[in-house]
Protein backbone atom coordinates (compact mmCIF):
# COMPACT_ATOMS: atom_id res chain seq x y z
CA UNK A 1 0.00 0.00 0.00
CA UNK A 2 2.01 3.05 -0.66
CA UNK A 3 0.88 6.68 -1.48
CA UNK A 4 0.21 7.88 -4.88
CA UNK A 5 2.89 10.25 -5.97
CA UNK A 6 3.71 13.77 -4.95
CA UNK A 7 4.42 16.68 -6.97
CA UNK A 8 4.39 19.89 -5.58
CA UNK A 9 7.65 21.61 -5.85
CA UNK A 10 8.82 24.42 -3.08
CA UNK A 11 10.96 27.38 -4.34
CA UNK A 12 14.57 26.76 -3.56
CA UNK A 13 16.30 29.36 -1.52
CA UNK A 14 19.92 29.39 -0.13
CA UNK A 15 21.09 27.61 2.44
CA UNK A 16 22.69 29.35 5.73
CA UNK A 17 26.20 28.71 5.41
CA UNK A 18 26.39 28.51 8.72
CA UNK A 19 25.29 25.27 10.76
CA UNK A 20 25.16 24.99 14.88
CA UNK A 21 26.08 22.11 16.07
CA UNK A 22 24.28 20.75 18.75
CA UNK A 23 26.19 19.14 21.83
CA UNK A 24 24.78 17.54 25.02
CA UNK A 25 24.68 20.78 26.57
CA UNK A 26 22.09 22.18 24.05
CA UNK A 27 19.64 24.73 25.81
CA UNK A 28 15.90 23.36 25.20
CA UNK A 29 12.42 24.86 25.34
CA UNK A 30 11.17 21.50 25.99
CA UNK A 31 8.56 20.62 28.96
CA UNK A 32 10.72 18.46 31.31
CA UNK A 33 11.59 14.13 30.23
CA UNK A 34 8.82 12.28 31.03
CA UNK A 35 9.59 8.99 33.31
CA UNK A 36 10.65 5.91 31.87
CA UNK A 37 8.27 3.15 31.49
CA UNK A 38 8.97 -0.44 30.57
CA UNK A 39 7.88 -1.21 27.04
CA UNK A 40 6.33 -3.85 26.01
CA UNK A 41 7.57 -6.29 23.66
CA UNK A 42 6.59 -4.84 19.62
CA UNK A 43 5.74 -7.60 17.21
CA UNK A 44 6.48 -11.17 19.45
CA UNK A 45 3.78 -11.95 16.53
CA UNK A 46 2.36 -10.84 13.24
CA UNK A 47 0.54 -7.91 14.08
CA UNK A 48 -2.92 -7.83 13.01
CA UNK A 49 -5.65 -5.00 12.15
CA UNK A 50 -6.82 -2.87 9.42
CA UNK A 51 -5.41 -0.38 6.68
CA UNK A 52 -7.24 2.78 5.05
CA UNK A 53 -4.83 2.83 1.58
CA UNK A 54 -6.87 -0.58 -0.11
CA UNK A 55 -9.59 1.84 -0.45
CA UNK A 56 -8.63 5.12 -0.67
CA UNK A 57 -6.01 3.18 -3.63
CA UNK A 58 -9.31 1.84 -4.96
CA UNK A 59 -11.82 3.35 -8.02
CA UNK A 60 -14.63 1.15 -6.58
CA UNK A 61 -17.79 3.30 -7.41
CA UNK A 62 -18.40 5.30 -4.63
CA UNK A 63 -15.55 4.74 -2.34
CA UNK A 64 -13.51 8.17 -3.14
CA UNK A 65 -16.60 10.64 -4.04
CA UNK A 66 -14.38 13.62 -3.51
CA UNK A 67 -11.59 12.80 -5.86
CA UNK A 68 -8.54 10.20 -5.41
CA UNK A 69 -7.75 9.00 -2.08
CA UNK A 70 -10.92 11.45 -0.62
CA UNK A 71 -12.09 7.69 1.17
CA UNK A 72 -9.57 8.71 3.91
CA UNK A 73 -11.64 10.84 6.54
CA UNK A 74 -11.70 10.54 10.02
CA UNK A 75 -15.88 9.43 10.11
CA UNK A 76 -14.57 6.40 7.64
CA UNK A 77 -11.63 5.76 10.33
CA UNK A 78 -13.92 5.49 12.59
CA UNK A 79 -16.55 3.58 11.63
CA UNK A 80 -14.13 0.83 10.81
CA UNK A 81 -12.66 1.13 13.98
CA UNK A 82 -16.55 0.18 15.37
CA UNK A 83 -16.71 -2.33 12.93
CA UNK A 84 -13.45 -4.36 13.87
CA UNK A 85 -14.40 -3.82 17.58
CA UNK A 86 -17.54 -5.55 16.70
CA UNK A 87 -16.50 -8.23 14.25
CA UNK A 88 -12.83 -8.59 14.60
CA UNK A 89 -11.24 -7.88 17.79
CA UNK A 90 -11.95 -11.29 19.53
CA UNK A 91 -10.33 -12.80 16.75
CA UNK A 92 -7.22 -10.94 17.40
CA UNK A 93 -7.48 -7.89 15.47
CA UNK A 94 -6.01 -4.72 16.92
CA UNK A 95 -4.28 -2.06 14.90
CA UNK A 96 -6.42 0.90 13.09
CA UNK A 97 -3.60 2.37 10.55
CA UNK A 98 -4.16 5.53 8.53
CA UNK A 99 -2.32 5.67 5.58
CA UNK A 100 -1.34 8.97 3.30
CA UNK A 101 -2.70 11.83 2.88
CA UNK A 102 -3.87 12.46 6.40
CA UNK A 103 -2.32 16.07 6.13
CA UNK A 104 -3.53 16.70 2.91
CA UNK A 105 -6.76 18.04 1.72
CA UNK A 106 -8.78 16.61 -1.01
CA UNK A 107 -6.89 18.59 -3.90
CA UNK A 108 -3.60 16.93 -2.24
CA UNK A 109 -2.06 20.10 -0.30
CA UNK A 110 -0.32 19.50 2.95
CA UNK A 111 -0.30 21.40 5.99
CA UNK A 112 2.41 21.25 8.61
CA UNK A 113 3.24 22.72 11.91
CA UNK A 114 5.36 25.39 12.73
CA UNK A 115 8.21 23.33 13.16
CA UNK A 116 7.88 21.69 9.39
CA UNK A 117 5.56 18.41 11.16
CA UNK A 118 2.83 17.26 9.17
CA UNK A 119 -0.68 18.53 11.13
CA UNK A 120 -4.15 16.86 10.36
CA UNK A 121 -6.11 18.62 7.16
CA UNK A 122 -8.89 19.67 9.15
CA UNK A 123 -11.33 18.84 6.40
CA UNK A 124 -10.83 15.10 6.89
CA UNK A 125 -9.83 14.84 10.66
CA UNK A 126 -11.74 18.34 12.21
CA UNK A 127 -11.46 16.42 15.55
CA UNK A 128 -7.30 16.39 15.06
CA UNK A 129 -5.06 12.95 15.14
CA UNK A 130 -5.23 13.09 19.07
CA UNK A 131 -9.04 12.76 19.40
CA UNK A 132 -9.28 10.33 16.41
CA UNK A 133 -6.12 8.05 18.29
CA UNK A 134 -8.49 8.33 21.68
CA UNK A 135 -11.68 6.86 20.03
CA UNK A 136 -10.12 4.36 18.60
CA UNK A 137 -8.35 3.44 21.97
CA UNK A 138 -11.87 3.75 23.54
CA UNK A 139 -12.35 0.52 21.42
CA UNK A 140 -9.95 -1.20 23.22
CA UNK A 141 -7.64 -0.88 19.68
CA UNK A 142 -4.75 0.54 19.01
CA UNK A 143 -4.10 3.50 16.74
CA UNK A 144 -1.83 3.91 13.06
CA UNK A 145 -0.44 6.77 11.17
CA UNK A 146 1.96 7.05 8.27
CA UNK A 147 4.53 8.98 6.81
CA UNK A 148 6.44 9.61 4.07
CA UNK A 149 10.32 8.83 4.80
CA UNK A 150 12.50 12.47 4.30
CA UNK A 151 11.56 16.01 4.69
CA UNK A 152 8.79 16.64 2.33
CA UNK A 153 9.17 19.76 0.19
CA UNK A 154 6.68 21.90 1.02
CA UNK A 155 7.98 21.13 4.25
CA UNK A 156 11.10 22.82 3.76
CA UNK A 157 9.85 26.77 3.71
CA UNK A 158 13.28 28.11 2.83
CA UNK A 159 14.56 26.10 5.32
CA UNK A 160 13.69 28.83 7.88
CA UNK A 161 11.67 26.43 9.73
CA UNK A 162 12.66 25.81 13.48
CA UNK A 163 12.99 22.37 14.70
CA UNK A 164 10.90 21.46 18.06
CA UNK A 165 13.13 20.99 20.99
CA UNK A 166 16.16 21.76 18.98
CA UNK A 167 17.41 25.53 19.58
CA UNK A 168 18.87 26.87 16.20
CA UNK A 169 17.97 24.41 13.79
CA UNK A 170 16.22 25.07 11.13
CA UNK A 171 15.14 23.33 8.23
CA UNK A 172 18.11 24.46 6.46
CA UNK A 173 20.27 22.59 8.92
CA UNK A 174 18.32 19.43 8.36
CA UNK A 175 18.86 18.34 4.24
CA UNK A 176 22.14 18.17 2.42
CA UNK A 177 23.26 22.00 0.45
CA UNK A 178 22.17 20.61 -2.66
CA UNK A 179 18.57 19.65 -1.72
CA UNK A 180 19.00 16.08 -2.92
CA UNK A 181 15.83 14.13 -3.01
CA UNK A 182 14.78 10.77 -1.33
CA UNK A 183 12.18 8.55 -1.51
CA UNK A 184 10.05 5.77 -3.58
CA UNK A 185 8.35 9.42 -5.52
CA UNK A 186 11.67 12.24 -4.86
CA UNK A 187 8.93 13.68 -2.91
CA UNK A 188 11.09 14.43 -0.11
CA UNK A 189 14.95 16.22 0.73
CA UNK A 190 17.36 13.70 2.04
CA UNK A 191 18.26 14.29 5.50
CA UNK A 192 21.85 14.91 6.76
CA UNK A 193 22.36 12.47 10.01
CA UNK A 194 25.82 14.24 9.91
CA UNK A 195 24.07 17.07 11.11
CA UNK A 196 22.59 16.44 14.91
CA UNK A 197 19.47 18.71 13.55
CA UNK A 198 18.14 15.88 11.56
CA UNK A 199 18.17 13.18 14.59
CA UNK A 200 16.37 16.44 16.48
CA UNK A 201 13.56 16.29 13.97
CA UNK A 202 13.07 12.64 13.76
CA UNK A 203 12.92 13.11 17.83
CA UNK A 204 10.37 16.26 17.34
CA UNK A 205 7.49 13.80 15.18
CA UNK A 206 8.22 10.22 16.92
CA UNK A 207 7.43 12.78 20.29
CA UNK A 208 4.41 14.47 18.75
CA UNK A 209 2.95 10.63 17.17
CA UNK A 210 3.74 9.55 20.95
CA UNK A 211 2.08 12.20 22.63
CA UNK A 212 -0.83 12.19 20.15
CA UNK A 213 -1.29 8.55 21.56
CA UNK A 214 0.12 6.44 18.16
CA UNK A 215 1.03 2.82 18.46
CA UNK A 216 1.99 2.14 15.32
CA UNK A 217 3.87 4.29 12.38
CA UNK A 218 4.01 3.32 8.65
CA UNK A 219 7.51 5.05 7.30
CA UNK A 220 6.48 4.56 3.63
CA UNK A 221 9.06 5.04 0.31
CA UNK A 222 12.03 3.39 2.06
CA UNK A 223 14.96 2.81 0.21
CA UNK A 224 17.52 0.94 -0.87
CA UNK A 225 14.01 -0.69 -2.07
CA UNK A 226 10.64 1.55 -3.40
CA UNK A 227 12.15 1.15 -6.69
CA UNK A 228 15.07 3.46 -6.06
CA UNK A 229 18.69 2.48 -5.61
CA UNK A 230 21.66 4.55 -4.98
CA UNK A 231 23.00 6.92 -1.98
CA UNK A 232 20.30 9.47 -2.63
CA UNK A 233 17.65 6.68 -2.02
CA UNK A 234 19.56 5.13 0.90
CA UNK A 235 17.44 5.72 4.09
CA UNK A 236 18.81 3.28 6.29
CA UNK A 237 20.05 6.02 8.64
CA UNK A 238 16.51 7.39 8.72
CA UNK A 239 15.33 4.36 9.70
CA UNK A 240 17.48 3.93 12.37
CA UNK A 241 17.08 7.72 13.99
CA UNK A 242 13.40 6.53 13.72
CA UNK A 243 14.32 3.55 16.07
CA UNK A 244 15.84 5.77 18.30
CA UNK A 245 13.35 8.55 18.29
CA UNK A 246 11.37 6.30 19.24
CA UNK A 247 12.92 4.73 21.75
CA UNK A 248 13.11 8.21 23.85
CA UNK A 249 9.33 9.06 22.84
CA UNK A 250 7.54 7.85 25.95
CA UNK A 251 5.24 5.30 23.75
CA UNK A 252 5.86 2.03 22.57
CA UNK A 253 6.01 2.63 18.26
CA UNK A 254 5.54 -0.18 16.28
CA UNK A 255 7.82 0.84 12.97
CA UNK A 256 6.80 -1.06 9.73
CA UNK A 257 8.64 0.19 6.64
CA UNK A 258 7.42 0.30 3.29
CA UNK A 259 8.07 -0.65 0.01
CA UNK A 260 9.53 -3.18 -1.99
CA UNK A 261 12.48 -3.17 0.39
CA UNK A 262 15.96 -4.37 -1.06
CA UNK A 263 17.18 -7.93 0.29
CA UNK A 264 20.46 -6.97 0.45
CA UNK A 265 19.87 -4.85 3.49
CA UNK A 266 17.69 -7.32 5.28
CA UNK A 267 19.95 -7.11 7.83
CA UNK A 268 19.12 -3.50 8.92
CA UNK A 269 15.41 -3.70 8.25
CA UNK A 270 15.37 -6.53 10.86
CA UNK A 271 18.12 -4.39 13.00
CA UNK A 272 15.88 -1.13 13.59
CA UNK A 273 12.27 -1.97 12.62
CA UNK A 274 9.10 -4.28 13.17
CA UNK A 275 8.40 -5.52 9.77
CA UNK A 276 9.14 -4.41 6.53
CA UNK A 277 6.88 -4.90 2.92
CA UNK A 278 8.79 -7.12 0.95
CA UNK A 279 6.99 -6.48 -2.81
CA UNK A 280 4.80 -4.49 -4.58
CA UNK A 281 1.57 -2.75 -3.63
CA UNK A 282 -1.01 -5.62 -3.70
CA UNK A 283 -3.71 -3.10 -4.75
CA UNK A 284 -4.45 -3.09 -8.32
CA UNK A 285 -5.50 0.93 -8.39
CA UNK A 286 -8.50 -0.33 -10.55
CA UNK A 287 -12.11 -1.01 -10.05
CA UNK A 288 -11.84 -3.26 -6.97
CA UNK A 289 -8.86 -3.30 -4.31
CA UNK A 290 -7.11 -5.96 -5.96
CA UNK A 291 -6.91 -8.32 -8.52
CA UNK A 292 -5.19 -12.02 -8.77
CA UNK A 293 -2.42 -10.38 -11.35
CA UNK A 294 -1.98 -7.18 -9.75
CA UNK A 295 -0.54 -8.34 -7.86
CA UNK A 296 -2.10 -11.12 -5.65
CA UNK A 297 0.00 -13.54 -7.43
CA UNK A 298 3.24 -12.15 -7.45
CA UNK A 299 3.68 -13.27 -3.81
CA UNK A 300 4.96 -16.71 -4.41
CA UNK A 301 7.65 -15.95 -6.26
CA UNK A 302 8.96 -13.19 -3.86
CA UNK A 303 8.24 -14.52 -0.27
CA UNK A 304 10.61 -17.76 -0.43
CA UNK A 305 14.24 -15.38 -0.34
CA UNK A 306 12.69 -13.72 2.74
CA UNK A 307 11.22 -16.41 4.67
CA UNK A 308 14.02 -17.02 6.80
CA UNK A 309 14.41 -13.68 8.38
CA UNK A 310 10.67 -13.50 9.77
CA UNK A 311 10.07 -13.96 13.57
CA UNK A 312 9.63 -12.17 16.65
CA UNK A 313 10.43 -8.77 16.32
CA UNK A 314 10.15 -8.48 12.88
CA UNK A 315 8.13 -9.95 10.13
CA UNK A 316 8.22 -10.31 6.41
CA UNK A 317 4.81 -7.78 5.21
CA UNK A 318 3.38 -8.76 2.00
CA UNK A 319 0.59 -5.95 2.03
CA UNK A 320 -2.84 -6.34 2.67
CA UNK A 321 -5.12 -8.98 2.93
CA UNK A 322 -8.26 -8.18 1.26
CA UNK A 323 -10.30 -10.88 1.33
CA UNK A 324 -13.43 -10.02 3.15
CA UNK A 325 -15.61 -8.04 0.53
CA UNK A 326 -16.22 -10.07 -2.52
CA UNK A 327 -17.13 -8.11 -5.39
CA UNK A 328 -14.91 -5.15 -4.35
CA UNK A 329 -12.12 -7.73 -3.33
CA UNK A 330 -12.03 -8.57 -7.00
CA UNK A 331 -11.21 -12.29 -6.74
CA UNK A 332 -12.98 -15.60 -7.25
CA UNK A 333 -13.64 -17.55 -3.62
CA UNK A 334 -10.89 -20.16 -4.26
CA UNK A 335 -8.49 -17.13 -4.42
CA UNK A 336 -9.64 -15.37 -1.68
CA UNK A 337 -8.64 -18.49 0.29
CA UNK A 338 -5.54 -18.49 -1.98
CA UNK A 339 -4.44 -15.23 -0.79
CA UNK A 340 -5.41 -16.06 2.99
CA UNK A 341 -3.90 -19.38 3.07
CA UNK A 342 -0.44 -17.95 1.93
CA UNK A 343 -0.34 -14.89 4.17
CA UNK A 344 -1.14 -17.34 7.02
CA UNK A 345 2.22 -19.39 6.39
CA UNK A 346 4.15 -17.03 5.93
CA UNK A 347 4.02 -15.53 9.04
CA UNK A 348 2.61 -12.35 7.21
CA UNK A 349 1.18 -9.36 9.27
CA UNK A 350 -2.45 -10.28 9.02
CA UNK A 351 -4.47 -6.71 8.55
CA UNK A 352 -7.11 -6.20 5.85
CA UNK A 353 -7.77 -3.43 3.74
CA UNK A 354 -11.64 -4.26 3.13
CA UNK A 355 -14.75 -1.92 4.43
CA UNK A 356 -15.44 -4.25 7.73
CA UNK A 357 -19.09 -2.55 7.70
CA UNK A 358 -19.58 -5.01 4.68
CA UNK A 359 -17.97 -8.18 5.03
CA UNK A 360 -19.80 -11.02 3.29
CA UNK A 361 -19.93 -14.15 5.33
CA UNK A 362 -17.06 -16.01 3.26
CA UNK A 363 -15.26 -13.26 4.24
CA UNK A 364 -15.23 -12.81 7.66
CA UNK A 365 -15.01 -17.43 8.16
CA UNK A 366 -11.45 -16.35 5.83
CA UNK A 367 -11.14 -13.33 8.38
CA UNK A 368 -11.82 -15.34 11.41
CA UNK A 369 -10.94 -18.88 11.70
CA UNK A 370 -9.42 -20.01 14.23
CA UNK A 371 -6.90 -22.61 13.08
CA UNK A 372 -5.83 -20.41 10.70
CA UNK A 373 -5.13 -17.68 12.73
CA UNK A 374 -2.95 -19.99 15.12
CA UNK A 375 -1.02 -20.51 12.20
CA UNK A 376 -0.11 -17.22 12.15
CA UNK A 377 -0.16 -16.22 15.06
CA UNK A 378 1.20 -19.18 17.03
CA UNK A 379 4.97 -20.51 17.68
CA UNK A 380 4.91 -22.13 13.96
CA UNK A 381 7.72 -21.20 11.56
CA UNK A 382 7.11 -19.30 8.06
CA UNK A 383 6.36 -22.23 5.55
CA UNK A 384 8.60 -22.28 2.35
CA UNK A 385 8.14 -24.17 -0.79
CA UNK A 386 9.25 -27.57 -0.85
CA UNK A 387 8.49 -28.00 -4.46
CA UNK A 388 9.74 -26.29 -7.21
CA UNK A 389 7.99 -23.10 -7.88
CA UNK A 390 6.10 -24.38 -10.67
CA UNK A 391 2.38 -24.07 -11.40
CA UNK A 392 1.64 -26.53 -8.76
CA UNK A 393 3.12 -26.17 -5.68
CA UNK A 394 3.84 -27.58 -1.99
CA UNK A 395 4.90 -24.89 0.91
CA UNK A 396 5.19 -26.32 4.59
CA UNK A 397 6.91 -25.66 7.93
CA UNK A 398 7.79 -28.15 10.40
CA UNK A 399 6.19 -27.10 13.95
CA UNK A 400 7.79 -27.20 17.52
CA UNK A 401 5.43 -30.25 18.61
CA UNK A 402 6.59 -32.49 15.07
CA UNK A 403 3.19 -32.14 12.95
CA UNK A 404 3.78 -30.40 9.24
CA UNK A 405 2.11 -27.07 7.93
CA UNK A 406 1.28 -28.07 4.52
CA UNK A 407 -0.49 -25.73 1.82
CA UNK A 408 -1.14 -27.26 -1.82
CA UNK A 409 -1.50 -24.44 -4.58
CA UNK A 410 -2.90 -24.87 -7.61
CA UNK A 411 -1.89 -21.29 -9.47
CA UNK A 412 -2.04 -21.87 -13.20
CA UNK A 413 -5.21 -20.64 -14.67
CA UNK A 414 -7.11 -24.05 -15.21
CA UNK A 415 -7.83 -26.78 -12.75
CA UNK A 416 -4.98 -29.04 -11.69
CA UNK A 417 -4.58 -31.91 -9.20
CA UNK A 418 -1.62 -30.99 -6.78
CA UNK A 419 -0.01 -33.74 -4.78
CA UNK A 420 2.00 -33.09 -1.30
CA UNK A 421 4.16 -36.38 -0.80
CA UNK A 422 5.62 -37.15 2.66
CA UNK A 423 9.05 -37.87 1.10
CA UNK A 424 9.07 -33.89 0.53
CA UNK A 425 8.61 -33.27 4.37
CA UNK A 426 11.45 -35.90 5.34
CA UNK A 427 9.39 -39.32 6.30
CA UNK A 428 7.89 -41.75 4.22
CA UNK A 429 4.70 -43.82 5.23
CA UNK A 430 1.63 -42.79 7.35
CA UNK A 431 0.30 -39.71 8.44
CA UNK A 432 -2.38 -38.29 9.80
CA UNK A 433 -4.06 -35.25 7.78
CA UNK A 434 -6.34 -32.42 9.23
CA UNK A 435 -7.96 -29.44 7.03
CA UNK A 436 -7.26 -26.59 8.66
CA UNK A 437 -9.86 -24.26 6.78
CA UNK A 438 -12.75 -26.84 7.07
CA UNK A 439 -11.27 -27.85 10.81
CA UNK A 440 -12.17 -31.77 9.74
CA UNK A 441 -9.86 -34.73 9.84
CA UNK A 442 -9.22 -36.78 7.10
CA UNK A 443 -7.96 -39.54 8.32
CA UNK A 444 -4.94 -40.87 7.32
CA UNK A 445 -2.85 -40.96 4.22
CA UNK A 446 0.37 -43.34 3.23
CA UNK A 447 3.27 -41.51 1.45
CA UNK A 448 1.31 -38.50 0.29
CA UNK A 449 -1.85 -36.75 -0.20
CA UNK A 450 -3.69 -35.56 -3.51
CA UNK A 451 -6.48 -32.90 -3.89
CA UNK A 452 -7.93 -31.71 -7.51
CA UNK A 453 -7.90 -27.65 -7.15
CA UNK A 454 -9.61 -25.03 -9.31
CA UNK A 455 -8.01 -22.50 -10.64
CA UNK A 456 -5.68 -20.46 -8.50
CA UNK A 457 -7.07 -22.71 -5.51
CA UNK A 458 -5.31 -24.51 -2.22
CA UNK A 459 -5.98 -26.33 0.73
CA UNK A 460 -4.18 -25.93 4.08
CA UNK A 461 -3.55 -28.89 5.88
CA UNK A 462 -1.84 -29.87 9.26
CA UNK A 463 -0.04 -33.58 9.12
CA UNK A 464 1.09 -35.47 11.50
CA UNK A 465 4.08 -38.11 11.13
CA UNK A 466 3.30 -41.69 11.68
CA UNK A 467 6.27 -43.30 9.22
CA UNK A 468 9.52 -43.15 9.67
CA UNK A 469 12.44 -40.46 8.77
CA UNK A 470 13.91 -41.12 5.31
CA UNK A 471 17.58 -41.37 5.13
CA UNK A 472 19.24 -39.41 2.28
CA UNK A 473 22.37 -40.10 -0.16
CA UNK A 474 24.05 -36.89 -1.08
CA UNK A 475 25.82 -36.25 -4.60
CA UNK A 476 27.70 -32.94 -4.46
CA UNK A 477 27.46 -31.37 -8.15
CA UNK A 478 30.39 -30.39 -8.40
CA UNK A 479 31.32 -34.11 -9.08
CA UNK A 480 29.44 -34.29 -11.57
CA UNK A 481 30.21 -34.25 -15.57
CA UNK A 482 30.08 -30.00 -16.82
CA UNK A 483 29.70 -29.11 -20.36
CA UNK A 484 29.03 -25.94 -22.31
CA UNK A 485 29.47 -22.80 -20.08
CA UNK A 486 29.20 -24.81 -16.96
CA UNK A 487 32.18 -24.46 -14.16
CA UNK A 488 32.77 -25.02 -10.57
CA UNK A 489 33.37 -21.98 -8.00
CA UNK A 490 33.90 -21.25 -3.97
CA UNK A 491 30.87 -21.04 -2.39
CA UNK A 492 31.19 -20.43 1.82
CA UNK A 493 27.46 -21.61 2.01
CA UNK A 494 27.83 -24.74 -0.02
CA UNK A 495 27.96 -28.09 1.36
CA UNK A 496 31.32 -29.05 -0.04
CA UNK A 497 32.35 -25.36 -0.11
CA UNK A 498 31.64 -25.65 -4.06
CA UNK A 499 28.90 -25.23 -6.45
CA UNK A 500 28.46 -25.70 -10.07
CA UNK A 501 27.56 -21.59 -11.54
CA UNK A 502 27.70 -20.27 -15.50
CA UNK A 503 24.71 -22.31 -16.25
CA UNK A 504 23.63 -20.54 -19.13
CA UNK A 505 23.69 -20.85 -22.77
CA UNK A 506 23.87 -24.45 -23.24
CA UNK A 507 25.61 -25.00 -20.35
CA UNK A 508 25.02 -28.24 -18.24
CA UNK A 509 25.66 -30.51 -15.27
CA UNK A 510 25.13 -34.34 -15.51
CA UNK A 511 25.78 -36.55 -12.17
CA UNK A 512 26.13 -39.66 -12.13
CA UNK A 513 26.16 -42.72 -10.59
CA UNK A 514 22.61 -41.89 -8.89
CA UNK A 515 22.27 -45.22 -7.12
CA UNK A 516 18.33 -46.34 -6.44
CA UNK A 517 17.01 -49.94 -4.97
CA UNK A 518 13.58 -50.01 -7.59
CA UNK A 519 12.25 -47.94 -10.25
CA UNK A 520 9.87 -44.89 -9.68
CA UNK A 521 9.28 -41.52 -9.39
CA UNK A 522 11.90 -40.31 -6.90
CA UNK A 523 11.34 -36.27 -5.29
CA UNK A 524 14.96 -35.44 -5.35
CA UNK A 525 16.36 -32.53 -3.62
CA UNK A 526 17.90 -29.46 -4.66
CA UNK A 527 20.07 -27.62 -2.97
CA UNK A 528 20.55 -24.22 -4.96
CA UNK A 529 21.74 -20.79 -5.29
CA UNK A 530 19.91 -18.20 -7.20
CA UNK A 531 19.76 -14.32 -6.76
CA UNK A 532 16.68 -14.08 -9.18
CA UNK A 533 14.24 -16.06 -10.79
CA UNK A 534 15.60 -19.06 -12.96
CA UNK A 535 14.29 -22.31 -14.64
CA UNK A 536 16.12 -25.40 -15.08
CA UNK A 537 15.12 -28.33 -17.15
CA UNK A 538 15.88 -31.70 -15.59
CA UNK A 539 16.16 -34.99 -16.52
CA UNK A 540 17.48 -38.80 -15.43
CA UNK A 541 19.11 -41.30 -18.11
CA UNK A 542 18.66 -38.83 -21.35
CA UNK A 543 15.08 -39.37 -21.38
CA UNK A 544 12.69 -36.25 -21.72
CA UNK A 545 13.42 -32.76 -19.49
CA UNK A 546 10.87 -31.33 -17.75
CA UNK A 547 11.45 -27.30 -16.63
CA UNK A 548 11.02 -26.76 -13.20
CA UNK A 549 10.98 -23.05 -11.55
CA UNK A 550 13.43 -22.48 -8.73
CA UNK A 551 12.44 -18.87 -6.90
CA UNK A 552 15.46 -16.56 -5.72
CA UNK A 553 17.39 -16.71 -2.60
CA UNK A 554 17.41 -13.43 -2.58
CA UNK A 555 21.56 -13.18 -3.29
CA UNK A 556 24.12 -15.21 -4.58
CA UNK A 557 25.36 -16.71 -1.45
CA UNK A 558 22.06 -17.90 0.26
CA UNK A 559 21.12 -22.15 -0.32
CA UNK A 560 17.62 -23.24 -0.64
CA UNK A 561 16.22 -26.54 -1.33
CA UNK A 562 13.09 -27.70 -3.17
CA UNK A 563 12.26 -31.14 -4.59
CA UNK A 564 11.89 -31.85 -8.09
CA UNK A 565 9.72 -34.95 -9.49
CA UNK A 566 12.11 -37.29 -11.51
CA UNK A 567 11.70 -40.88 -12.89
CA UNK A 568 14.55 -43.29 -11.81
CA UNK A 569 15.29 -47.47 -12.84
CA UNK A 570 16.58 -49.42 -10.35
CA UNK A 571 20.43 -49.37 -9.94
CA UNK A 572 22.63 -46.42 -11.15
CA UNK A 573 21.03 -43.21 -13.28
CA UNK A 574 22.49 -39.57 -14.44
CA UNK A 575 20.37 -37.10 -13.45
CA UNK A 576 20.97 -33.86 -16.15
CA UNK A 577 20.56 -30.19 -15.09
CA UNK A 578 19.85 -27.82 -18.51
CA UNK A 579 19.96 -24.61 -18.91
CA UNK A 580 18.61 -24.39 -22.52
CA UNK A 581 20.31 -22.77 -25.63
CA UNK A 582 19.31 -19.23 -24.30
CA UNK A 583 18.32 -19.42 -20.69
CA UNK A 584 20.11 -19.03 -17.13
CA UNK A 585 19.82 -21.76 -14.45
CA UNK A 586 20.22 -21.49 -10.95
CA UNK A 587 23.54 -22.41 -9.18
CA UNK A 588 23.37 -26.26 -7.83
CA UNK A 589 25.03 -26.87 -4.56
CA UNK A 590 24.40 -30.95 -4.46
CA UNK A 591 21.51 -32.97 -5.00
CA UNK A 592 19.68 -35.67 -2.40
CA UNK A 593 17.74 -39.23 -2.76
CA UNK A 594 16.09 -40.69 -0.79
CA UNK A 595 17.50 -44.06 0.18
Given amino acids: MRSSSYSVMPARALRSLCVLALTAGLATTAPAARAETAAPTLADKPYMGWTSWSMQSSKYPGLNPKGDYSYLTEANVIKQADAMAKKLRSSGYEYINIDAGWWRDWSW ?12 DPQRFPSGMKAVADRIHAQGLKAGIYLPVGLEKEAYNDGKSPIWNAEGCTTADIVHDDLRTTNGWDSAYKLDFTNPCAQKYIDSQARLFADWGYDFLKLDGVGPGSFKSGDNYDNVPDVAAWQKAIATAGRPIHLELSWSLDYGHVEDWKKYSNGWRIDTDVECYCNTLVSWENSVDDRWDDTPAWTDHAGPGGW ?20 RQSYATLWAIAKSPFYTGDDLTRLDSYGLSLLTNRE ?18 DPQQVWAAENPN ?40 LGTHTDKITQALPAHGSR ?16 EAEAGTLSGNASVA ?44 RSVAVSANGGGAVSHKFASTGDWSTVNSVHVPVKLKAGANTLTFDSGSSGYAPDIDRIDVQK
Fill in 109 to 120: KPRFDEYARQQA
Fill in 316 to 335: NDLDSLNVGNGEMDGLTKAE
Fill in 372 to 389: VIAINQGDTPPARPVTAS
Fill in 402 to 441: GTYTVALFNLSDAPASVTANWSTLGFKGKAAVRDVWNRES
Fill in 460 to 475: LFTVTPRGTALAWTGY
Fill in 490 to 533: DCSACSDGRKVGNLYGGGKLTVNDVVVAKAGTYQIKVAYISGDS
